[in-house]
């Protein structure tokens, strides 16, 4: 490969009479029509830059921003494993709590007796079907045994302790009135 | 210019030139050896290196009675492990807040012994039995108290691991028909071994890329495989009533002394076994507390001969055939001899003239037997079959038993020896399980229509679909709704005269039952002197809505029906109560028992 520019001008074309004089029409080009210089677009330059670097400082806020949320997820996640691991122990005492083993133990422990005497009333005559008898430890048709039915999720500690009656602060108590107060047929409403 | 110097300069281009694409070309192949050739390997060791695999667990299903009510569910549970190599002081901040303080080895053991409830010289034995290792597990599963606890002191040497276990909030209620399943989390028992295909989830796996600090980096988590949740499976219990019933059999088996005892309930319309109660029963909670006999459901797996309360169904199927009435007339002597069978009463007595109610109301055997010569014995086993004794019921239950009405050397019932012939009109020399007993007297309770027995309602899924639930069914006419009723009536008869009347009296309602006295096989073929007693029967006779079957195994001091009497008064009672059944309000009819 040549270089053109290092090529003396003497070697383009045919070469030329010595002494002969230049050719008229060679002349040289003429100065360019005067424009008016063109100043350098100094806001191109300002507008580029500025954008790269609006660009780049918002990708860093939003990186900022994304890692910011980051560790909020992995702080909120742990909370979350927590409240769920709470959520559960209660869930289990809770479920335990309610086991019929648990119930019956308490109900028995303040002094409840299941009636295994069952009595209706008829709604549309007032009628009372079987007969009415009052419930007694004696006649309880079932007296809880931990032992029998056993749930080793429960804890002998959670009987509660059967209530001492105030006998100052409790009203006297009536006697009973056997005698169902009601006469004739229920109250119904009259609206047809 | 000389052309010295040019060649010079050229050369000088040329070895520049050469050296640059030389150059250039070892980056070349190296970028493409990284970028192409390696880039597989190269990638996955670069995740790998600050990726995280995390295991999401996909939860076992819930195992819920008729109510809801949750009888079996998964929680977590976490071992305790350590890395002993690296037991030794560190540093911790302070309860006041101010600064650091050195806790030691022996004082972090103290505390963790504490916090676990365990003997500090337990711990150190585990931790000193290879100081090397860089594993030694402390504790299996602890609760999340205990784990909120050990998490508190900041020990750098424990590890923790989360795992699925199984709790039974209701203990042994139940705990023979919803199992347990082992350490591993394999079922093993019960309904937790016969559902395991709706109850069981699979875990997933869930990849993220984490910082040095463990901090995911948003928007790299992978999901690789999704966790799937397993479904729950609803039983048709009622926990309560088998609370109650448990608790009545449990206190009666004691009371005379038996070794075990058995109460079924099933809705008389539907076939639905709404308690399934024995006692003992395992509590899932604890397995290792109940003998191993016991750990299973019995009333589906354990055959026996049923003994008297057969006899309604022999009764039953006398008169569906056309063989025998209500007031069909017998003369009922204390010993019959047919052929090679020579049949007793359980009491002396001259030869009665019983009807066939008079026979279900005093156990005649004798009476029984006689009646049966109107119908032909392959008739009588036909009857057994359309009962479906003999076979596995609907529900499947793992280790379920058919029970046996021929033995399994006999091709067919008239192959069978007089004695036995006899035998089975009264429930010896045929076995059934507690739920097959329950289900025939079902089918006589619904006017002759036998359900299938249903004990799972079905699956029901995460996104509340239920598959698996039993197809609606209207059931089999196994014998007339005459028969039925008839067999009904006649048992009420032994409800309001029979020997056992007074404890099974329930005020307000009419009640039909039948008493049973079994001989126990000793195991070898002969009748060992133990017994099986039972109590079956329905409520209210006028239109049965419930059944309830009592058995009590080798009772000491009380060996008749007496012994499950009360137990089944009491359920019967408590049965009614629970679902509000209306006291009867038609007088009993009353057959004649003598004529």
Not at chain 2, 83 to 105: C, H, L, Q, Y
Not at chain 2, 310 to 331: C, E, M, N, R, Y
Request: proline fraction near 6%.
């Amino acid at each position: 490969m040549t270089n053109l520019a290092t090529v003396p001008i003497e070697r383009l074309g045919a070469p030329a009479p010595a002494g002969e004089p230049r050719r008229r029409w060679l002349s040289p080009a003429p100065d360019r029509v005067a424009r008016p210089r063109q100043r350098p677009r100094i806001v191109y330059a300002a507008v580029a830059i500025g954008g790269i670097a609006i660009i780049a400082l918002a990708q860093l806020l939003l990186s900022i921003g994304l890692s910011d949320g980051a560790y909020q997820i992995s702080s909120l996640q742990s909370e979350q494993k927590d409240l769920a691991r709470t959520n559960q122990a209660l869930t289990e005492q809770l479920t335990a709590f309610s086991s019929p083993q648990n119930l019956v133990q308490n109900a028995q422990a303040l002094g409840m007796v299941s009636n295994g005497n069952t009595v209706y009333l008829r709604l549309s005559d007032g009628a009372v079907l079987g007969s009415p008898t009052p419930a007694s430890a004696a006649n309880a048709p079932i007296a809880a045994n931990q032992a029998l039915v056993p749930n080793s999720l429960l804890q002998p500690e959670q009987v509660v302790a059967a209530p001492v009656p105030d006998a100052s602060s409790a009203p006297q108590a009536a006697a009973p009135d056997p005698t169902v107060p009601w006469q004739g047929a229920l109250p119904s409403p009259q609206t047809h | 210019m000389t052309s010295t110097t040019t060649r010079t300069t050229r050369g000088r281009v040329a070895i520049a030139v050469l050296l640059i694409v030389a150059v250039v070309s070892v980056f070349v192949v190296r970028l493409v050896d990284i970028q192409v050739v390696q880039a597989e390997g190269l990638n996955a060791a670069s995740l790998a290196s600050r990726s995280d695999s995390t295991v999401t667990l996909g939860t076992r299903g819930d195992i819920l009675d008729a109510n809801g009510v949750v009888l079996a569910t998964s929680i977590l549970r976490y071992a305790i492990e350590a890395d002993p190599s690296a037991v030794d002081e560190f540093e911790r901040p302070a309860a006041d807040g101010s600064g650091e303080v050195t806790v030691t080895a022996d004082q972090a053991i103290g505390e963790l012994a504490t916090a676990m409830g365990l003997d500090p010289a337990a711990i150190t034995a585990i931790l000193s039995a290879d100081p090397s290792s860089r594993y030694a597990l402390i504790s299996k599963s602890v609760d999340v108290a205990t784990y909120n606890a050990i998490r508190a002191l900041d020990i750098p040497w424990l590890y923790y691991k989360a795992d699925q276990s199984r709790s039974y909030p209701d203990g042994s209620v139940a705990g023979n028909l919803v199992g347990f399943v082992g350490e591993d989390g394999t079922a093993l028992a019960g309904t937790e071994l016969t559902q395991d295909k709706c109850l069981a989830g699979s875990d997933g796996t869930e990849v993220t890329e984490t910082g040095e600090d463990g901090v995911a980096i948003p928007g790299s988590t992978v999901t690789v495989t999704d966790a799937v949740d397993g479904g729950d499976v609803q039983l048709t219990i009622n926990s309560d009533l088998q609370y109650f019933a448990q608790e009545a059999l449990a206190q009666r088996v004691t009371e005379v002394g038996a070794e075990s005892g058995t109460v079924v309930v099933t809705e008389a319309k539907t076939g639905k076994i709404l308690t399934a109660a024995e006692y003992p029963t395992v509590d899932p909670n604890n397995i290792d507390a109940t003998d191993p006999e016991y750990r299973g459901a019995k009333v589906f797996s354990d055959p026996f001969e049923p003994g008297s309360t057969f006899k309604s169904i022999t009764a039953a199927s006398l008169i569906d055939a056309g063989a025998a009435t209500p007031d069909s007339q017998v003369l009922a002597p204390y010993e019959y001899t047919s052929g090679d069978a020579v049949i007793h009463d359980s009491f002396y007595h001259a030869p009665m003239p019983w009807t066939l109610t008079g026979v279900i109301e005093q156990s005649s055997n004798t009476g029984i037997s006689m009646l049966s010569n109107n119908m032909s014995v392959d008739q009588r086993w036909d009857y057994m079959n359309k009962f479906h004794l003999g076979q596995k019921t609907e529900v499947g239950f793992v280790g379920e038993d058919s029970g046996d009405i021929l033995p399994g050397d006999v091709s067919g019932p008239t192959q069978l020896d007089d004695q036995t012939i006899y035998n089975t009109t009264f429930g010896q020399g045929l076995t059934v399980t507690a739920v097959q007993m329950a289900s025939a007297y079902q089918a006589i309770a619904n006017n002759g229509v036998r359900m299938p027995v249903q004990l799972f309602e079905g699956c029901r899924h995460a996104d509340g679909t239920v598959t698996d639930a039993p197809a609606a069914s209207t059931g089999e006419q196994v014998i007339s709704a005459q028969a039925a009723q008839d067999t009904v009536h006649m048992m009420e008869s032994v409800a309001t005269t029979g020997y056992a009347a007074d404890a099974i009296k329930i005020p307000g309602y009419r009640v039909s039952a039948k008493t049973g006295t079994a001989e126990m096989s000793d195991g070898s073929g002969a009748y060992g002197g133990a017994y099986l007693t039972s109590m079956a029967g329905m409520a209210p006779s006028d239109d049965p809505q419930y059944v309830v079957s009592v058995t009590i195994r080798k009772p000491v001091t009380i060996t008749s029906g007496l012994a499950a009497a009360p137990v089944f008064q009491k359920v019967l009672s408590q049965v009614l109560k629970t679902y509000r059944v209306q006291p009867s309000t038609v007088p009993a009819p009353e057959l004649p028992t003598t004529y």
